[in-house]
């Protein structure tokens, strides 16, 4: 039985019959039995899903219809609530909290019989790039156990990449999605804001967040945007797509596209075997018949300090609700007057989720408001303004995923201003609604590389399209588990 | 100075303002009528009661207010155990006018009461406090109410008097019951915070009155407090006190209230709502008739006097009986047998439910009135008798003999009798015809109030021959 195949293979294979689902999921489940002591990117696994797995073979015997899935093997960032699981965020705060109805992206899947192996590992409430926040412990890049995974959905991409599961859902505020793609070597996408119903994603910053796929290919991330996707009643800013297909055309090609290649984004602090391998993909698109030209957007080097700003105002404001007084974790209440218990008990918050919420109770208060959070939000407009102009020239943008490679556990978690240098090539995505798409494309000395593309809103198609016709210009070696 | 804010739940809404509870949450368990969104739970988002932000933007063209062409809601942040997200989503015109309702303003006799704003928010959950002294004193929460559509009406400083408090929460009350979007009757439905100030002094917010009734009360306490310590020359300082509605006092509040910072900004999970003028003109076209068009149309329509077509208009239940039973003929009597006859017995919230009088009842009597078939007097018996039991009139008026004597052999003999019973009175009747009435109430006397006095009149003239 063969793992490493990708999400569309395993449907095909189930299809004709040449392995059935139970086989697949339990080999799945070995394979996180194997591996995960070493990488921990599950943080609890579903015991049921063999039992699963065996009812949609029975299913498929008895010629009954079937969801599009076919029983696949899907991980979920532990911010998504599956009905009757425990969701924790990554934290103690929520270490007991089992949630009572399942995320709308979830009942999508469960419609079409995917089947989910288990909640993965995060930065707690999903804040940092590295899952080292995670108050259940770090995860493990499979492509070197030194070197971190990225984050904050850092199990999505372990699993994904270490074939721990097919297909992947995380969250990306500011690159929580592209960016562990990047550093595990996956296909990571970040749908334009609203194309995704957020109904059951434990908030962090709301107004810019986006659930997305983390994928082996770029047409398995079209295929789970087909299940996924869509108006929802339950998110008032999800957008109507029309049920659109992002799977047909995706082989189209990008003859004539014009790609903008940001300036600000290959600058200073660039690693050199990133921006190497970004002018690499620039040559092989080239060849393809796009037309590459430099572009300066002024803004982007605003981008970080306003996406802090506006994350953490919304944090401090999201995260309130964990008082510990309707759910949360084992802390009596009796003795305490409201005020001094809350202190008490949200001091079970790990450190970067306090220093965000202190954040988060001064930059948008009476006084400080006009020095920080509404000047945030004027780069915030600004910088869309840019980006929009700029889409009328360009087809699509395109920079490395992150900067820097995959570095060493333990060796930024102290330093949290460098550790936000990290996000300067993703922030601008969530900032400005649009979609983006992490693909990888390079190995150097053993640490994956991906090349990130950005479209204009709406053109989440058009963007996978060029994604996979960058992803077509490579083969990559097989990670070394 | 008086300026108030009062809060009016939309009780008449099917849900919550994001979640498909009930608007109305009266009657169910404590923590009965809750769900993952209005508790607040981790992953859930709010859904906008679009009916909600009709009825609101309908209130506040009611109050004359500018209504603009997008609104938003905002966080108000702020740690409380009544608050299931810790912060409330609610509206402001901080930035820019995108509250439901603008400026407008209430004519209160010939005095104008402006309003600054009116705003869509949801109303916390209620807390239940337990234990006798402070030491073993817990606090209980019920979410029923957390998230009950609540339109917050803030006034400018114009009320001078709690008289003039008291004149427009009247208006106030009847407009909203009016426009079917609240029920000012139900416990908790209307409540209000009152800023108070006298001349010489600062401003004292009173917060946490529960009805409008005790709202006049706060405010005329608060005055008197703040003149007894203006004329003992004491500083009155600026503060935040609450009703005691056990004491009917109001008491210094020792929290911090002023000092929080609510850290207002754009709730992200709402877009922005879009009323555009094709919007409001179809919400203008489906709005009920005012109170003060409904009051012109009886005067000029029915001939109905001023004072009765008041009654009448200004509240909704007697105005709906009325529209759903009168026809051109019988309008004047309609409103007379309303306002005379039902006024007393339907004065309660409880009487109304338990009443089973309907519009087809009212006209009924009014017919029988107008034809001759049923005296005044009998009609008010057969009224009482309607509300208690719902049965049709003519069943009652059979079933208590209530029904007028208008056969005329039957009334002729009586009369005969009449006359010859009282030959002295029949003699006055010639010098004085006023005695004439005096023989008609002998007359009903014997009849039990049942004669056709009509018949009666000209009978009697005719036995006598005057
Ligand atoms: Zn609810």
Redesign the pocket.
């Known amino acids: 039985m063969n793992l490493k195949i990708s999400a569309l293979d395993y449907i095909q294979e189930v299809k004709i019959g040449n392995i059935s689902a139970e086989d697949f999921v339990a080999k799945t489940l070995e394979q996180i039995h194997n591996e995960d002591d070493k990488l921990h990117a599950f943080l609890s696994v579903n015991e049921k899903a063999v039992d699963q797995a065996r009812d949609i073979d029975k299913k498929i015997k008895s010629g009954e219809k079937v969801g599009d899935c076919f029983g696949m093997p899907i991980s979920i960032k532990d911010n998504l609530c599956i009905k009757d699981s425990k969701t924790t965020c990554a934290s103690k705060m929520l270490e007991n909290f089992i949630a009572p109805y399942d995320a709308t992206v979830i009942r999508k899947l469960k419609q079409q019989d995917a089947i989910f192996v288990g909640k993965v590992n995060m930065d707690e409430f999903a804040m940092g790039l590295t899952t080292e926040f995670s108050a259940f412990g770090p995860s493990k890049n499979p492509w070197n156990n030194d070197c971190v995974p990225g984050g904050s959905s850092g199990g999505s991409a372990v699993s994904v990449s270490a074939f721990e599961c097919v297909a992947s859902l995380g969250s990306d505020t500011g690159g929580s999605v592209r960016n562990p793609a990047s550093f595990c070597s996956a296909v990571g996408f970040k749908p334009t804001y609203g194309l995704i119903s957020r109904f059951g994603l434990i908030s962090y910053a709301n107004s810019i967040e986006q659930i997305g796929p983390l994928t082996r290919t770029v047409k398995d991330t079209a295929f789970m945007l087909n299940m996924i996707s869509g108006i929802d009643p339950n998110d008032n800013t999800t957008i109507d797509n029309k049920n659109e297909d992002y799977l047909s055309g995706i082989d189209s090609g990008i003859e004539g596209k014009k790609i903008g290649i940001i300036k600000e984004m290959i600058g200073e602090g660039i690693d050199p075997a990133v921006l190497s391998a970004t002018k690499d993909a620039i040559s092989k698109l080239e060849s393809l018949g796009a037309i590459c030209e430099e572009i300066s957007l002024d803004m982007v080097k605003y981008s970080v300090a306003a996406y802090y700003t506006i994350t953490a105002t919304e944090a401090g404001s999201n995260l309130a609700r964990y008082d510990n007084i309707r759910y949360g974790y084992d802390f009596p209440l009796e003795g305490y007057e409201f005020n001094s218990y809350i202190s008490k008990a949200r001091r079970n918050f790990g450190p970067e989720v306090t220093r965000r919420m202190i954040i988060g109770g001064f930059v948008p208060s009476s006084g400080q408001a006009g020095k920080y959070f509404l000047k945030a939000l004027k780069v915030k407009s600004k910088l869309t303004n840019e980006i929009n102009d700029a889409f009328k020239r360009f087809d699509l943008l395109l920079s490395p995923t992150v900067p820097v490679l995959p570095f060493k556990l333990g060796e930024k978690i102290d330093d949290p201003v460098s550790l936000f240098l990290v996000d300067i090539n993703t922030v601008t995505a969530n900032l400005t609604e649009k979609p983006a798409i992490s693909v990888p494309f390079a190995i150097s000395n053993g640490l994956p590389i991906g090349i990130q593309l950005m479209a204009d809103t709406l053109q989440d198609k058009q963007l996978l399209q060029a994604a996979y016709a960058l992803e077509q210009t490579v083969r990559l070696p097989e990670v070394p588990l | 100075m008086i300026g108030l804010e009062i809060h009016c739940q939309l009780t008449n809404l099917n849900s919550?303002l994001?979640?498909?509870?009930k608007a109305n949450y009266r009657g169910f368990e404590i923590n009965e009528?809750?769900?993952?969104?209005?508790?607040g739970l981790p992953g859930s988002m709010p859904r906008l009661n679009q009916e909600a932000v009709k009825k609101a933007t309908i209130i506040a063209m009611a109050l004359n207010c500018s209504t603009p062409e997008k609104i938003a809601f905002f966080r108000k942040n702020y740690f409380y155990p009544d608050l299931p997200k810790n912060f409330q989503i609610t509206q402001l015109n901080i930035y820019g006018d995108t509250s439901v309702g603008g400026t407008g303003s209430v004519m209160v006799g010939d005095k104008k009461i402006n309003i600054t704003r009116i705003q869509l928010e949801e109303d916390p959950g209620r807390l239940i406090y337990e234990g006798s002294s402070s030491k073993n004193q817990i606090t209980l929460v019920d979410y029923n109410r957390a998230?009950t559509p609540l339109v917050e009406i803030v006034t400018e400083p114009d009320f001078e008097t709690p008289k003039e408090v008291r004149d427009f929460l009247n208006i106030l009350s009847d407009i909203l019951e009016n426009l079917g979007v609240a029920d000012p009757s139900l416990e908790g439905a209307m409540r209000a915070d009152a800023n108070v100030s006298i001349k010489g002094g600062k401003k004292v917010e009173i917060k946490n009155i529960g009805s409008f009734h005790d709202l006049e009360k706060a405010v005329h306490f608060e005055i008197t407090r703040q003149e007894s310590l203006h004329s003992r020359e004491i500083e009155i300082i600026q503060e935040t006190r609450h009703w005691d509605d056990k004491r009917k006092i109001t008491v210094s509040s020792r929290s911090k209230e002023e000092e929080l910072d609510y850290r207002y900004f754009l709730e992200g999970d709402i877009p922005w709502v879009i009323i555009d003028p094709a919007t409001k003109t179809k919400l203008i076209s489906e709005m009920p008739e005012s109170i003060v068009s409904k009051k012109e149309r009886y005067v000029s329509k029915y001939h109905i006097p001023a004072q009765v077509a008041d009654v009448l208009s200004s509240d909704k239940y007697y105005s709906d009986l009325f529209e759903d039973s009168h026809t051109e003929s019988n309008a004047k009597e309609i409103a007379n047998i309303i306002t005379t006859d039902l006024m007393g017995l339907v004065d309660t919230r409880e009487k109304r439910e338990a009443s089973k009088l309907t519009p087809h009842h009212l006209k009924d009597l009014a017919d029988s009135i107008q034809s001759s078939k049923l005296s005044r007097n009998s009609s008010k018996n057969a009224l009482h008798e309607i509300l208690k039991t719902g049965k049709d009139l003519s069943i009652i008026i059979k079933e208590l003999d209530l029904g007028n004597v208008s056969d005329e052999s039957e009334l002729s003999g009586i009369i005969t009798q009449v006359i010859s019973e009282e030959a002295q009175a029949v003699e006055q009747t010639r010098s004085n015809p006023q005695t004439i009435n005096y023989l008609v109430g002998k007359v009903m006397q014997k009849t039990k109030g049942k004669a056709d006095p009509t018949l009666t009149l000209n009978l009697l003239k005719k036995q006598i021959g005057i």
């Open positions: 919550k994001f979640c498909p509870c009528n809750i769900c993952p969104i209005c508790i998230g």
